[in-house]
Nanobody, 115 residues
């Protein structure tokens, strides 16, 4: 089993920054990818950024140039640095981890951007 604990969400004004963290524990051998998704009210969950083994990175077009995903392998932690935040970035952000054939999700952390 894998446990994911997210932190770093909150309320910020438009143009501000936040950094999300997600710490993975448990059976993390063989991580294929770590990443972030988000879900706004009334919308489907969508990919924000993923970092696969081999350091292949994928960003949603809406966050390119503003968000940066990174990872500390020694700490089994993935980060999402979010700059130039916009009100449309408001959502619950979920950490995702793929280990072997299974995908795991964190409990989510709320990010609210005020205009």
């Amino acid at each position: 089993q894998v446990q994911l604990v997210e932190s770093g969400g909150g309320l910020v004004q438009a143009g501000g920054s936040l950094r999300l963290s997600c710490v993975a524990s448990g059976s993390t051998l063989g991580i294929k990818s770590m990443g972030w998704y988000r879900q706004a009210p009334g919308k489907q969950r969508e990919l924000v950024a993923t970092l696969a083994s081999g350091d292949s990175i994928n960003y949603a077009d809406s966050v390119k140039g503003r968000f940066t995903i990174s990872r500390d392998g020694a700490k089994n932690t993935v980060y999402l640095q979010m700059n130039s935040l916009k009100p449309e970035d408001t959502a619950v952000y979920y950490c995702n981890l793929v280990v072997g054939p299974r995908a795991y999700w964190g409990q989510g952390t709320q990010v609210t951007v005020s205009s």
